[in-house]
């Protein structure tokens, strides 16, 4: 086979795609969306290549309208857990040997075909199953994928490319190994892009993987595989299966072969497996690594001279974009009184334009929640919001799961910045405001820091640069992905590499150089080329 330093093609980040009235990827993604509403799923599993079905299936019913039965899917237990552990250990030892160019092509390959042939089906099947809009599932489910696709590639090159120096007679080495044994990939439902990341980043790296998605997301996982597959990945690299939580960590914390864990999800769950990796420590080969993004209390602060007009913007957008079910979704804002009136009714303004329904409605800004138990909460904390004394409902407070799991967007003020809704993660399409007296900053962002374990994004407003450099460095270590003038969502692979810190997971920056070396293990080979024959160095010989 012939060899070489390959070049890769251009990687840059895919366009996204306006879906305008009148474009052609509208009406494309209308057909797309009425053909799969149709239903008559029947998904299974996918271990070691194959399709694996069982006796338990599961209905598949869209958020939006959960009247509509879409289809099943294949239930598994821990007997498939332990197939798909089999089925990653079998495809190791050749997958791990493949060059890494034609690991590469693979990857390249199949973010090709989503943003090609399949860019419209990965968007309906978004849409439809995790009920998001069509910008929303645009910028996540294509343009995101691909971009960890691509820049995943990229990065992989240049780790490869970081090697030693090495001095006169001596060669010295840089062997960037996949882990040893298989790694565990627990996915949310609120990202496609992280669902297809999560496998696919250690994967590209030699290593193998047992995938779990959301119960929720199955949909669009299933369709994840089908193109990977097309693409070329072999057998057994990355395993499907539709498990319950425990029954999937029961068999995989318990197997010495388990190498490592890519997670995104709560904070909760992520601490509860962090501590059943770290009871059966003795049990493993090697220790493994543990990468995670979890929740997030998000912010907004704005300072005395911000522009209320453009924080008005950022809390409608940031708060309630998809729902509020974003890892960055801003849900609490700090804002000063002198700025307060025109902010509430900057955003009472938008609200009262922006409408709330099904996904083939291309005019709805906000969809539904993601399933009945997220729906049953947030309800909860509305009816809270409006018997306290301590809160007032200031915009929506409606809700309604007649015929879909639909939240109202609605802003909360605080009287109390100490209030539940500032402190609790909520994941859902609710802002809770706190209104603060400029002479009170520093008192105001000594609460913010301290008031959760969360430390994933956070935005600041501010028209004076000395203000803003003062609010940056106070809340250095409020977010991992910190925004001035923006608001606190929307990150971009390659320009924000997105990750947060204290409870809000490992920092690892998925599509990053950084989480990419978490799922190699470094040799360093020394190669001397004339070796010494005498045993003696020079400052032992005698004068």
């Known amino acids: 086979m012939p060899k070489g330093v390959y070049k890769l093609p251009e990687i840059k980040n895919e366009p996204v795609l306006s879906y305008a009235p009148g474009s052609i990827e509208r009406e494309t993604l209308k057909k797309t969306l ?198 070329g990945l072999p057998d057994g690299v990355i395993n499907l299966i539709y498990v319950g939580g425990k029954e999937a960590t029961d068999v995989i914390f318990d197997h010495r072969e388990f190498a490592g864990l890519h997670f995104t999800g709560s904070t909760e769950v992520f601490n509860s497996m962090w501590k059943s990796i770290a009871s059966n420590i003795t049990k493993y080969k090697s220790y493994p690594r543990i990468v995670g993004e979890t929740g997030g209390k998000d912010y907004i602060f704005a300072e005395k001279t911000a522009n209320a007009k453009q924080v008005a913007t950022a809390i409608t957008r940031g708060a309630f974009e998809y729902q509020g079910q974003k890892c960055s979704a801003a849900s609490r804002a700090y804002i000063p009184i002198n700025l307060w009136d025109d902010v509430k009714k900057f955003v009472a303004d938008d609200l009262s334009k922006i409408k709330t329904g099904v996904v083939e409605d291309f005019s709805n800004f906000v969809n539904a929640v993601i399933d009945e138990e997220s729906f049953d909460k947030l309800a909860k904390v509305i009816e809270d919001a409006k018997s306290s004394p301590d809160t007032e409902i200031v915009c929506g407070g409606n809700y309604d799961k007649s015929t879909g799991y639909f939240i109202y967007p609605t802003v909360i003020q605080a009287k109390r910045p100490d209030y539940i809704t500032m402190k609790e993660e909520l994941f859902g399409p609710i802002i809770t405001v706190y209104v603060y007296d400029p002479e009170e900053i520093d008192a105001v962002l000594d609460l913010l820091d301290k008031s959760t374990d969360y430390a994933l994004t956070g935005a600041i407003f501010s028209s004076d640069r000395a203000q803003i450099e003062k609010l940056t460095a106070k809340l250095t270590h409020t977010a991992g992905n910190f925004y001035i003038n923006d608001k606190p969502t929307g990150a971009v692979v390659d320009q924000q590499p997105f990750g947060g810190s204290r409870g809000s997971g490992t920092n690892d920056k998925a599509g990053s150089v950084l989480n990419l070396l978490r799922w190699v293990s470094p040799q360093c080979i020394k190669e001397t080329f004339v070796p010494a024959t005498d045993y003696m160095y020079p400052n032992f010989m005698e004068e």
């Open 34 to 231: 009425s053909e799969l509403n149709k239903g008559g799923l029947d998904i299974p599993m996918i271990i070691d290549g194959k399709e694996i079905r069982t006796n338990n299936t599961k209905e598949i019913r869209p958020p939006h309208n959960h009247q509509n039965l879409l289809g099943y899917y294949h239930q598994g237990d821990k007997s498939h857990v332990q197939m798909a552990i089999d089925a990653a250990l079998k495809a190791k030892p050749s997958w791990e040997a493949m060059n890494w160019e034609s690991r590469a092509a693979i990857f390249l390959k199949a973010a090709d075909l989503i943003a090609g042939p399949y860019r419209s089906q990965f968007n309906a099947v978004t849409m439809i199953g995790q009920s998001k809009n069509a910008y929303q599932s645009e910028i996540d489910a294509v343009c995101e994928l691909i971009d960890f696709y691509r820049y995943n590639v990229k990065n992989m090159h240049e780790i490869y490319n970081m090697q030693p120096n090495s001095s006169p007679g001596i060669w010295n080495r840089m062997v960037w190994r996949p882990l040893e044994g298989f790694i565990f990939a627990l996915t949310p439902f609120n990202f496609t892009s992280i669902a297809g990341n999560l496998g696919a980043a250690p994967a590209l790296m030699g290593n193998t993987v047992v995938w779990k998605p959301s119960k929720t997301a199955v949909y669009s996982a299933h369709l994840i595989m089908k193109v990977l597959k097309e693409a």
